[in-house]
């Protein structure tokens, strides 16, 4: 039972367009969002996060979206750069800690 | 300086050994994780330990053992390898105690095969 779903494994885009990577999730209790990339034979780095309190947060390139009562969120890449290529994870918590769960992944490939 | 560091990165080992993996973090924090990357690519948390305490045991099996001997370091022994385990682990840290909300750092992850 996937409590949160990246429902694209793959995106490609070309340099200096826009990315969105989606992510949906099922438990009402998650609080916390929270988005991760992973380049190959790296560990996952923190991109950027953002409470149920808010609906969108921005840091440079990157701003996530959240739809609380869609159970959506989205992150924005602007513009897109050939460096921006890995896999990227949605993770989710609850306000407690005791729940914290990743997505499946997001491949995206950023063309020249 | 590498700041969560993992060893060693790759493990070949015989199913029904008894295997051991380090994790370090040099940057104070407090609570560390130890998480699987399985062939489907799900990240799944095993453990967290909060200054040598554990605080999330999710449910692994019971050959899976961490290790705290301070809190910039979590080991993980894994006795009676079965060949299900084969994934890759990765560590973790972050400076708040709970996850929530909190950025976690990942070491560079192992890369575990049993034959």
């Known amino acids: 039972d996937q409590q949160v779903k990246q429902n694209s494994p793959s995106l490609s885009v070309q340099e200096g367009r826009i990315s969105i990577l989606n992510c949906d999730y099922t438990n009402s209790m998650f609080d916390y969002f929270l988005w991760y990339k992973k380049y190959p034979a790296e560990g996952p780095t923190f991109l950027i996060s953002i409470s149920s309190i808010k609906d969108k947060n921005e840091d440079g390139r990157f701003t996530v979206f959240l739809n609380k009562s869609a159970k959506h969120l989205s992150l924005h890449i602007v513009p897109s750069q050939p460096g921006d290529s890995a896999v990227y994870f949605c993770a989710a918590s609850d306000n407690y800690g005791q729940n914290f769960v990743f997505g499946p992944g997001t491949r995206l490939s950023v063309l020249p | 300086d590498t700041a969560v560091s993992q060893t060693p990165k790759y493990l070949v080992t015989q199913m029904g050994n008894d295997k051991s993996i380090k994790c370090e973090q040099n940057l104070g924090h407090d609570t560390m994780y130890w998480y699987k990357q399985d062939s489907k690519k799900f990240l799944k948390i095993m453990f967290s330990y909060n200054n040598k305490e554990l605080i999330i045991n999710e449910t692994v099996p019971n050959r899976f053992s961490p290790k705290s001997p301070d809190k910039a370091h979590l080991n993980l022994h894994i006795n009676s390898l079965e060949l299900g385990d084969s994934a890759v682990y990765f560590c973790?840290?972050?400076?708040?105690?709970?996850?929530?909300?909190?950025?976690?750092?990942f070491g560079p992850g192992t890369r575990l095969t049993v034959l």
């Open positions: 973790a840290s972050s400076q708040e105690r709970l996850l929530a909300g909190g950025e976690q750092f």
